[in-house]
């Protein structure tokens, strides 16, 4: 077996044990296949030609995060072939993950977020205030209430079922990355937005029968989430707030940031989110950390 079928084997596995996305095999066939064109034989690879080629992606300019991404997917490569029997060593074991910062995640602050909601509301209640339809006004305001209300990744939200806004229920289950399912919860104001819209929607004879709640005519049958992010920085725009500093990530970011300055506890954000391991969701420790020393600074006897 060479080197490209063992990658196709692993990836099979990747796909049918773990559940795999599509966006995760990509990237591991983009990493391996990389190391494969530096590394003649790599499945019979050692711990020194591993080594050497992360030297190398090194001095190609690769970030440390890009750096850690590719030695991850070899190692969970080699573990394969080990579990397999393919080989008899893992050489990733000795190997060391490079250094990397902790950039902390770009988000908003709870009045600017408050600022785009409005607008958003406003826009749906009169679509020329968006220079829009009131069809794309109803669609964008339910999306950001349901955005901010849940956290949920932006592939997450442009999929969701219709289901989800004709149960009117204040929590539902999503079906997120590695396909698990997690209970987000669903505000008032996301509810109400989703009614209008459904509303809206069934005077689109194209969209009525649709099983999504937001439907579009692409391939996948729902919303492209780059229209979305296209939408929500234009939005962003009409509400004063700088276009480049916007996209659904950094409301995801502020769903998180905002529930912590609030008293939620980590463990809960994490699922809340979706994240596999607490360590992915440690990036918002700086938001602990603040919310910590302002308790400090403004219940202990001898603060200043």
């Known amino acids: 077996m060479n080197n490209a ?5 692993f990836l099979e596995m990747m796909s049918a044990e773990r559940g795999a996305a599509e966006n995760t095999l990509a990237s591991y066939r983009r990493d391996l ?3 494969a064109g530096e590394i003649a034989n790599l499945a019979n690879a050692s711990s020194a030609d591993l080594r050497a080629y992360l030297d190398s992606i090194a001095a190609r300019g690769f970030a440390p995060t890009s750096q850690a991404r590719k030695l991850s997917a070899l190692r969970q490569f080699f573990k394969f072939l080990y579990a397999e029997g393919l080989r008899a060593d893992d050489p990733t074991g000795t190997l060391d993950s490079p250094r990397k910062g902790r950039p902390l995640p770009k988000t908003m602050g709870e009045a600017e977020t408050g600022r785009l909601l409005d607008r958003a509301a406003l826009e749906a209640g009169d679509p020329s205030q968006g220079g829009g339809d009131d069809l794309s006004a109803l669609r964008l305001h339910a999306l950001v209430e349901v955005l901010y209300a849940t956290g949920l990744r932006v592939s997450e939200l442009v999929g969701l079922p219709v289901t989800v ?10 079906r997120g990355k590695g396909d698990k399912e997690r209970m987000v919860p669903l505000s008032a104001k996301a509810r109400t937005a989703m009614k209008a819209w459904l509303a809206a929607r069934k005077r689109v004879p194209a969209f009525s029968s649709s099983t999504f709640l937001f439907p579009a005519a692409s391939d996948s049958g729902f919303l492209p989430r780059q229209v979305f992010a296209r939408e929500l920085k234009g939005l962003a725009a009409r509400a004063g707030i700088s276009a480049a500093k916007i996209s659904p990530h950094v409301l995801r970011h502020a769903f ?4 912590l300055q609030n008293g939620a506890d980590l463990r809960a954000v994490q699922q809340l989110l979706g994240h596999a391991d607490i360590s992915t969701t440690q990036i ?21």
Request: aromatic share 6%; proline share 2%; charged share 35%.
């Open 284 to 304: 918002y420790t700086h938001v602990l950390e603040e919310r910590l020393m302002r308790l400090v600074s403004e219940h202990h006897p001898l603060a200043d």
């Open 256 to 259: 998180a940031s905002h529930l």
């Open 5 to 9: 079928a063992r990658i196709e084997a």
């Open 33 to 35: 296949d990389d190391a």
């Open 165 to 174: 806004a004709q149960r009117d229920d204040r929590f539902f289950m999503v």
